[in-house]
C-alpha cells in the first residue's frame, strides 16, 4: 500500500487528498465530489472530502484555541 502512496485505511493516494483538499478550499464539498468523479475512475465522497478537510484544519483550529486561551489566562 505504502508504494502506491496510500495511507493506512485510506484508497486515495496522497495526491488525490492533497487535490481533493485544494479545490474545497475553493468549491463546496458537493461540488469538489463531482468533479473528482468526472477526474477519476471512482472519485471519492464529499463526506470524505469533508474528513480530509478536517484533519489538516483541526490542528490549525486546536493551536489557535490554545493561543485564546493563553491571551485571556492573562487578564
Do not use: N, Q, W
Not at 508504494?3 to 461540488?31: C, D, M, W
Not at 465522497?45 to 493561543?67: A, K, M, W
Amino acid at each position: 500500500m505504502r508504494r502506491l502512496g496510500l495511507r493506512k485505511g485510506s484508497r486515495a493516494s496522497a495526491k488525490v487528498e492533497e487535490l481533493a483538499t485544494f479545490l474545497a478550499t475553493y468549491l463546496p464539498f458537493e461540488k469538489c465530489e463531482r468533479l473528482m468523479k468526472a477526474l477519476l475512475p471512482d472519485g471519492i465522497s464529499h463526506t470524505t472530502i469533508h474528513r480530509l478537510v478536517g484533519r489538516v484544519v483541526d490542528p490549525y483550529l486546536e493551536e489557535e484555541e490554545r493561543e485564546i486561551e493563553e491571551v485571556f489566562e492573562g487578564e
